[in-house]
């Protein structure tokens, strides 16, 4: 372990790092274009294409367990008017 210790030592790393990490300036262009992809201009689109089908999504459920509801209200009261319906049948076969 003291051969890798004496081998890699401070000045030897900065050495190293100072030969093989060397500042570079990227181009103008370069520059330019990559600031152009990464800034958005707010208020461009109103909605963006996800914000609208996620609305379209929610509206399309919501309307299907509107529907759901409504049809089982609605079973449920043609099951009591018939129900209803029995008991009175079967009071006059009683009481007939």
Same mark, same amino acid.
Request: hydrophobic content about 50%; proline content about 4%; glycine content about 10%.
């Given at each position: 372990?003291?051969?890798?210790? =004496?081998?890699?030592?401070? &000045?030897?790393?900065? &050495?190293?790092?100072?030969?093989?990490?060397?500042? /570079?300036? *990227?181009?103008? #262009?370069? /520059?330019?274009?990559?600031?152009?992809?990464? /800034?958005? #201009? !707010? @208020?461009? =689109?109103?909605?963006? *294409?996800? #914000?609208?089908?996620?609305?379209?999504?929610?509206? /399309?459920?919501?309307?299907?367990?509107? %529907? @759901?509801?409504?049809?089982?209200?609605?079973?449920? %009261?043609?099951?009591?008017? @018939?129900?209803?319906?029995?008991?009175?049948? =079967?009071? !006059?076969?009683?009481?007939?």
């Amino acid at each position: 372990m003291g051969g890798i210790r =004496q081998r890699l030592n401070r &000045k030897r790393i900065e &050495k190293l790092l100072a030969e093989s990490l060397v500042p /570079v300036e *990227p181009s103008p #262009i370069f /520059v330019s274009e990559l600031r152009g992809r990464l /800034v958005t #201009i !707010k @208020g461009d =689109q109103v909605f963006s *294409p996800w #914000i609208l089908i996620l609305i379209l999504a929610s509206l /399309v459920i919501f309307i299907a367990s509107a %529907l @759901g509801f409504a049809i089982r209200l609605l079973l449920g %009261l043609l099951g009591l008017i @018939g129900i209803m319906e029995r008991r009175r049948d =079967q009071s !006059k076969a009683l009481g007939a």
